[in-house]
């Protein structure tokens, strides 16, 4: 069946230190979107990507989609303590609409 | 910025009872939905409705629930016979374009704790 997966399911780092996640289908995709989710709030959009290999920069986050638009990243350079929260994908083109599983980020000040 | 809207924020509710959960999406939006999320768990998709019709429901999404847009405004999910394991926060989101891709804007949620 279609599955969704994303790696890592926590991530704790130090403030300063690079983060990513990723974004894995079972099956290819029409576009992705990112959200992210701050501890005790809602899901916030933070971007969609829809082309082949589509780099896309907002600040300190990179996204990417994968070549074969199976999989996406989102990498967020020297994280701050802002940047705490759970960051979901969710992918286009499913039957189902479906969020991904999650990564729970923690930055340690 | 216009941003949709949810009543109550928190819910308690005995085992059995029915409880009606209400959002306003933003005014120009087309595309309406319900997730749900369990405490540390992922977002999980109810329903879509658009045009007026449930347009997409999850397995979770059975019997017990339903949605109405009663009005212009209003878009609800009732859950007629509430158990503990509905116990969960509830999000409204809408989008105006479909959700195969749009940019859905959630409303803050519901808890809902159901003893």
């Known amino acids: 069946g279609q599955q969704v997966m994303q790696i890592p399911q926590y991530q704790h780092v130090q403030e300063g230190e690079d983060f990513t996640t990723y974004c894995n289908s079972s099956?290819?995709?029409?576009?992705i979107q990112w959200y992210k989710q701050r501890p005790g709030g809602h899901p916030v959009f933070l971007i969609q990507l829809v082309k082949s290999g589509e780099v896309k920069k907002q600040k300190r986050l990179t996204f990417q989609f994968g070549e074969a638009k199976k999989n996406s990243s989102l990498h967020i350079t020297a994280t701050q303590t802002t940047d705490v929260g759970t960051y979901f994908c969710?992918?286009?083109?499913?039957?189902?609409?479906?969020f991904g599983t999650g990564t729970k980020l923690q930055v340690i000040p | 910025e216009p941003e949709v809207t949810q009543t109550p924020s928190h819910q308690v509710t005995q085992m059995g009872q029915e409880v009606i959960l209400r959002c306003v999406p933003i005014s120009n939006h087309l595309y309406f939905y319900w997730y749900r999320q369990i405490l540390g768990q992922k977002v999980e998709f109810l329903v879509s409705f658009y045009n007026n019709e449930i347009s997409e429901k999850s397995e979770i999404f059975d019997d017990q629930f339903s949605v109405e847009r009663p009005d212009g405004s209003n878009f609800t999910l009732k859950i007629r016979s509430t158990k503990l394991e509905d116990s969960a926060m509830y999000f409204c989101?809408?989008?105006?374009?479909?959700?195969?891709?749009?940019?859905?804007?959630f409303g803050p949620g519901t808890r809902l704790t159901v003893t």
């Open positions: 989101a809408s989008t105006l374009v479909g959700a195969q891709g749009g940019e859905q804007y």
């Open positions: 099956t290819t995709l029409s576009n």
């Open positions: 969710q992918p286009g083109g499913y039957q189902k609409v479906t």
